[in-house]
């Protein structure tokens, strides 16, 4: 029984800054953004979207499409959690109207708790093939003023449908994993704001790629030559290429600039004007790539890398499966992202120093252009949200 993904959507916010702005106001060179990481815009959340609303927003178009209805099990993937206790799912469950009978849970390992969705999800359809399993990433990701990651701050969702018989995408049963207790990039309970060894963490995202590659080619006997594509997580795009390139290098693949941009450049076109994802920084670039990619991709082998600080890798791979065009969103994707407004650099710092209230006061948020779902208020310590579907 073959078992992957069967839909798979895409929304990130209304708001954006153009790395030049920042570029302007930092004082620096607009290449130092454009070329050197590679990231042209950064999503920026309205004051009232939160993961909860992106990752509804997201998920709204399969619930348009029925595509929910036969759902037992949500998996909401995020390290920018919202309460110690009860899980994000639970909110977007209520705002999607999905069934009672369905298990909701919330996963946390940096930006790679979306992978391990998808193969908890696997495991779930496995003994249920009749049933599917909705796997939510959705994350702000949000760094100091002035910081070295500022540049490379964005917010997104991606909701990814997992059933039998896939329109989209098979997921091959090989994987390799890699965990070590390191810290390269963590955010304590009493900070909004991640704190990063920059490059220890590159280091450590190149190791555990290496260690994961090795036991997927031992597992599989597929080589780095077996696949059409690849999907990286994608802190900024310029990660993924010297990721590639170094896994090329280590097993001794010749790989010139004309193979990179055909393995690699079409998975990083969205993360290039959305900055990143956290957990789902890697869908959202197997997105761009079902979206973006001219050439009919069915019958393609992608390989896929997730990785999470702290840190947990995996290589896996799937196979793209004939027609999947026909289900994907493409328009839609494209529409949201050609609409967005850009924020004038006071505007961004304006929203970045609003903040929720934590002083356990009542208060109503102003609306903003948001998607189907807002962030409408904080009541006796009770976040609301908001349905602005007719």
């Not at 290449?31 to 309205?46: D, L, R, W």
Request: aromatic share 12%; charged share 25%.
């Amino acid at each position: 029984m073959n078992i992957g993904i069967d839909r798979i959507s895409f929304y990130t916010s209304h708001y954006y800054v153009d790395l030049k702005t920042l570029a302007e106001a930092r004082q620096v060179e607009a290449g130092k953004y454009y070329v050197g990481i590679g990231q042209e815009k950064m999503g920026i959340p309205s004051p009232d979207e939160d993961v909860v609303t992106l990752a509804a927003s997201a998920a709204y178009p399969l619930m348009k499409d029925g595509e929910l209805d036969d759902v037992e099990l949500l998996l909401f993937a995020t390290e920018t959690g919202i309460d110690q206790s009860k899980a994000a799912g639970i909110y977007v469950h209520g705002l999607l109207e999905m069934s009672p009978r369905c298990r909701a849970v919330e996963l946390k390992q940096a930006c790679y708790s979306g992978t391990m969705g998808i193969q908890m999800a696997i495991g779930f359809v496995a003994r249920n093939p009749a049933k599917k399993a909705l796997v939510i990433t959705s994350d702000v990701a949000r760094y100091e003023l002035g910081s070295p990651g500022e540049a490379t701050q964005g917010c997104g969702s991606v909701a990814i449908l997992i059933s039998a018989e896939p329109r989209i995408m098979t997921i091959d049963p090989e994987a390799g994993f890699y965990t070590e207790d390191v810290m390269d990039f963590w955010r304590p309970n009493y900070r909004s704001e991640a704190l990063v060894d920059g490059k220890y963490s590159t280091m450590v995202y190149i190791h555990a790629l290496i260690e994961s590659w090795k036991q997927y080619a031992e597992e599989s006997g597929r080589e780095l030559t077996d696949f059409d594509r690849f999907c990286y997580h994608i802190p900024f795009t310029k990660m993924a290429e010297k990721a590639h390139q170094k896994l090329c290098r280590k097993f001794k693949v010749e790989t010139d600039a004309a193979q990179m941009q055909q393995l690699l450049e079409e998975s990083l076109r969205y993360s290039r004007i959305t900055g990143n994802c956290y957990s789902g920084s890697m869908y959202v670039g197997l997105t761009s790539l079902l979206d973006t990619a001219e050439e009919d991709l069915a019958g393609k082998r992608v390989g896929l890398y997730s990785y999470g600080s702290g840190c947990v890798g995996e290589f896996f791979s799937g196979v793209i499966q004939p027609g999947y065009r026909d289900v994907l969103y493409s328009n839609q994707h494209a529409k949201m992202l050609a609409e967005r407004t850009e924020l004038t650099y006071q505007q961004y710092e304006d929203i970045f120093h609003y903040g929720v209230p934590t002083d356990g006061g009542e208060y109503v948020f102003p609306q903003y252009k948001t998607g189907p779902f807002r962030f409408s208020g904080i009541s006796q310590h009770k976040r609301e949200y908001e349905s602005l579907v007719d």
